[in-house]
Structures are given as structure tokens and as C-alpha cells.
């Protein structure tokens, strides 16, 4: 662009693209200083630039919004995924079993169980694997955990009584494995 002013099509084209939300029609009249009119007639040679582009533009939810029509979609889908996220480490697993099979439990119990460390709980959490699900009445009232819709959605589970069986009670062989 020039340094020259921008030109209400530039301004317009300039809103929709940066919005990321449908842009009101007085927000384009007080951005661009035209009337109503002016700023429709504007927005469909902003229209018919953007349709040469493969975009569009529709009036939706009280103003106007720029969007990739369904045909060009499903192409760009691959690269509108998010990126996949690295596999959960081992002591990542270790803690995520104990909480699934004892749930709710605090950090404290899962560090028992596991005899090490549960550090991997800001990861769950941030997978949305795990949650708080409330405070133990134990001294200090420290949190307890569970698991999510998410975890069972990503291990293929109905509910938590598809788990596989645990042989006996104690976690050694299932942290083991």
C-alpha cells in the first residue's frame, strides 16, 4: 500500500480480516465515515475482490464476517488441525492410572502409590485429561483428582468400568507394565 490514506475498501477488507468476528454495520460506518449505504455498496466490491480470492463475505449474527466457503474446507482441514501433541511420557501414564483406578485421590496418595513423584499433573490438567474434582477432608483439605470426558474419549472408553481389571489391589504390576 501507498502512503496514501486508506480507502474505505481497504479499511473494510482491512476490518473483516482482522476481526476474527462478524463486524457491525455501525462499526463500519464509523470506521470508513460513510453512511449506511455507502458502506454496503463498499462491501460488495469488497465482496466480489474477495470471491475472486476464493473467500466470501456474508452478513451473519448482526454484521459481516469474512470465511473460507465449505468447498475450500474440507481442503484446508490438514492445516487448520492443531499440531498432534507429543506422546504422555511414562511417569505421565504412571499418574494417570493411579487417578483412574483410585479417583478421586490426592497428589499426595498418587505419589504414594507411585512412590515417586506427580509433577505430571500440570500436564494432565493441561491435556484435560484430569481435573479437580473437589477438596479431601484430610488436614489441609488438599485437592482431588479425577478423570475426564477427554480421557475417556482418548483411551476409547464408555466409562471408567471398561478399565481394564486390576489382578489384586496393588499398583506395582500395573505400573510395571
Known amino acids: 500500500m501507498s502512503s496514501e490514506a486508506p480507502t ?3 479499511l473494510i477488507s482491512a476490518a473483516l480480516l482482522a476481526a476474527g468476528r462478524p463486524v457491525r454495520l455501525k462499526e463500519l460506518t464509523e470506521l470508513t465515515h460513510l453512511s449506511e449505504d455507502g458502506v454496503i455498496r463498499v462491501m460488495s466490491e469488497v465482496g466480489r475482490r474477495f470471491g475472486e480470492l476464493g473467500l466470501a463475505v456474508e452478513r451473519v449474527a448482526g454484521g459481516y464476517r469474512l470465511y473460507v466457503p465449505p468447498e475450500l474446507g474440507a481442503q484446508l482441514a ?4 492443531p499440531p498432534p501433541l507429543p506422546p504422555l511420557s511414562h511417569a505421565a501414564l504412571e499418574v494417570l492410572a493411579v487417578i483412574a483406578y483410585r479417583q478421586p485421590v490426592t497428589r499426595a496418595e498418587i505419589e504414594a502409590m507411585r512412590g515417586g513423584s506427580a ?37 476409547g472408553l464408555g466409562s471408567l468400568d471398561e478399565l481394564p481389571p486390576l489382578e489384586g489391589s496393588d499398583f506395582a504390576e500395573l505400573l510395571r507394565s
Open 78 to 81: 490438514p492445516l487448520l488441525a
Open 8 to 10: 474505505p475498501l481497504h
Open 119 to 155: 509433577s505430571t499433573l500440570v500436564t494432565l490438567q493441561e491435556r484435560e485429561l484430569v481435573r479437580v474434582t473437589g477438596r479431601s477432608d484430610a488436614v489441609g483439605q488438599p485437592l482431588l483428582y479425577g478423570t475426564t470426558q477427554k480421557f475417556l474419549l482418548e483411551f
